[in-house]
């Protein structure tokens, strides 16, 4: 089957500016996680959906940073007023409900990730 | 604090063994995930640690010791394909809490 889709592939925009980041998880999956990943360092989690709640927003860096995900399916990553900071590849994963699988055994699977450029 | 640690960047040799190691300190573990990734593509799961010990999948084995906070993954007749980097993540769930913490990856090349 399909795997975890995620759009644009490639998005430049201006310092200030508002961005949408979209992801289509693999379906049947009703866990969903966005991570960041900047040039040289490793995956930094940003939040995580089961089902449409939130319940692990911690990782999100600023209140400039919200997500949304409906019909237990897509999600969007919205980074608001955008800075050269936050210029990064953006992933997002999905994985069966670990409570489902019986126990946190549950395998994350990645998108291949949207390249945010901020200039 | 969360703190997991790999080298950096690894070389070897076509047709060798490899070992990529990982130590980590987390508040949270619930298991250990290596990931493989290349160059602009997404990681893709290689391995799953909950208990002590080795677990082997074809050309690849990963081992945990928990009492020393410590992984490492093996890499057995590498091909050149092997070249990427490789993801060491610790599994944090309970609660409200469900995520992977990840290492900043070892970037392997091989040599022909």
């Known amino acids: 089957g399909a795997g975890v889709s995620q759009s644009p592939s490639n998005k430049v925009t201006e310092k200030g500016k508002d961005v949408e980041l979209r992801c289509d998880p693999i379906?049947?999956?009703?866990?969903l996680y966005w991570y960041r990943q900047r040039l040289g360092q490793g995956l930094e989690f940003l939040i995580y959906f089961q089902g449409n709640s939130a319940p692990d927003k911690s990782g999100l860096p600023s209140d400039r940073f919200s997500a949304e995900r409906t019909g237990e399916s897509v999600s969007t990553l919205t980074i608001q007023r955008t800075q050269q900071e936050d210029s990064a590849v953006y992933l997002c994963?999905?994985?069966?409900?670990?409570?489902?699988?019986?126990?946190?055994?549950?395998?994350?699977?990645f998108g291949p990730g949207t390249r945010l450029t901020v200039l | 604090g969360q703190n997991i640690d790999q080298p950096t960047e690894m070389t070897a040799t076509e047709g060798a063994i490899v070992q990529i190691n990982c130590t980590y300190q987390t508040s949270g573990f619930n298991g250990l995930f290596w990931y493989q990734q290349h160059a602009g593509e997404a990681p893709t799961f290689l391995s799953y640690?909950?208990?002590?010990g080795l677990e082997e999948k074809g050309r690849f084995s990963s081992f945990l010791s928990r009492s020393k906070g410590y992984s490492y993954l093996l890499l057995k007749e590498l091909q050149m394909k092997d070249s990427a980097s490789y993801l060491c993540a610790v599994y944090d769930y309970g609660g409200a809490t469900n995520k992977l913490i990840f290492g900043t990856g070892t970037l392997l090349a091989v040599q022909p």
């Open positions: 640690n909950v208990l002590d």
């Open positions: 994963a999905s994985s069966l409900s670990p409570h489902l699988a019986g126990g946190p055994t549950d395998t994350q699977y």
């Open positions: 379906s049947g999956h009703t866990a």
